[in-house]
Nanobody, 121 residues
C-alpha cells in the first residue's frame, strides 16, 4: 500500500499563505482520488478538498476561492495551496487516498501523522 506523508504546515498570520505537500512512497496514478482533510481541536474531521486522477477538484464551502488542490502524478505528490488564511483554518491537515463516485468521496482507512497549521489573528 502506498504511504502518504504530509508536510508544509506551520505558523502564519491571518491573511497569509501556506502550501501543504502530500508525498507518496509510490505511484499515485492508480489512486482514483486524493483528499485533504483537517481536524481542528474539539471538532470532527472535515473534508477540505479532493482531486481525482484526471484533475477534477472539489472544495468545502469554507475554503472555496482560498484553497487550491493539485496533483502531480510525475512527482507522486498532491499539494494544497492555502491563501487568505483565517484563524478558523487552524487544524491538523491530513491527506487521504480514496475514491470519488456519484459525487461523493469515499476515503480509505488510512491516516498519516498530518501536518499542523496554525493561523494567528
Amino acid at each position: 500500500q502506498v504511504q502518504l506523508v504530509e508536510s508544509g504546515g506551520g505558523l502564519v498570520q491571518a491573511g497569509g499563505s501556506l502550501r501543504l505537500s502530500c508525498a507518496a512512497s509510490g505511484s499515485i496514478i492508480d489512486i482514483n482520488a486524493i483528499a485533504w482533510y483537517r481536524r481542528a481541536p474539539g471538532k470532527e474531521r472535515e473534508l477540505v478538498a479532493t482531486v481525482t486522477a484526471i484533475g477534477e477538484t472539489n472544495y468545502a464551502d469554507s475554503v472555496k476561492g482560498r484553497f487550491t488542490i493539485s496533483r502531480d502524478n510525475a512527482e507522486n505528490t498532491v499539494y494544497l495551496q492555502m491563501s487568505s488564511l483565517k484563524p478558523e483554518d487552524t487544524a491538523v491537515y491530513y491527506c487521504n487516498p480514496g475514491t470519488v463516485a456519484g459525487g461523493y468521496y469515499y476515503p480509505r482507512d488510512y491516516w498519516g501523522q498530518g501536518t499542523q497549521v496554525t493561523v494567528s489573528a
